[in-house]
């Protein structure tokens, strides 16, 4: 059975979303990030990277929430398209999601309600290209139902939360 180790944070969700989707069983193990349990040496042989979440098959353990999305897409069949022109443009999102969406919106949320000391520039730094991400993603979605036009995917998955 598969072991999500993982804690309430975003990425998190974006596998326990593709895991109720494609019923695969799994157990959750609560890693408490804000009290520093992802630093354990136990941890640290799971993923030296030190981030959550890490999906395990008792052999392999895979990180990154969107490599895990595709893997688990792959290994199920579903949340994948079947046309090479759809995929490479979800494979376009998870990435854009990735390196521009979900990096400002942590950040976002980290100076809105996780940083020790505020900081209002440092807010009002990442609010803004957040922003733009909002602005850019209504603009894709107008006409469509799905990021990927009409058929939920990971893409949707990884967007969501």
Do not use: C
Request: hydrophobic letters at 40%; a negative charge; glycine letters at 6%.
């Amino acid at each position: 059975m598969m072991k999500l180790l993982g804690y309430d944070t975003i990425d998190t969700l974006k596998v326990l979303i593709i895991l109720m989707e494609t019923d695969v069983e799994f157990d959750f193990i609560p890693v408490n990030i804000r009290a520093g349990e992802q630093h354990t040496s136990d941890f640290l042989t799971i993923n030296p990277a030190r981030k959550v979440p890490v999906l395990s098959d008792g052999h392999q353990h895979q990180t990154q929430s969107n490599a895990i999305l595709l893997s688990l897409a792959k290994r199920t069949g579903w949340g994948l398209p079947n046309d090479t022109s759809e995929y490479n443009h979800l494979i376009a999102w998870l990435f854009y999601q990735a390196s521009t969406q979900g990096p400002h919106f942590g950040q976002v949320e980290y100076w809105s309600g996780h940083a020790s000391s505020p900081n209002p520039e440092a807010l009002a730094h990442y609010r803004s290209p957040a922003s733009r991400s909002i602005e850019y993603f209504n603009a894709q979605m107008e006409g469509k139902h799905f990021i990927g036009g009409d058929n939920y995917t990971i893409a949707d998955i990884a967007l969501f939360p």
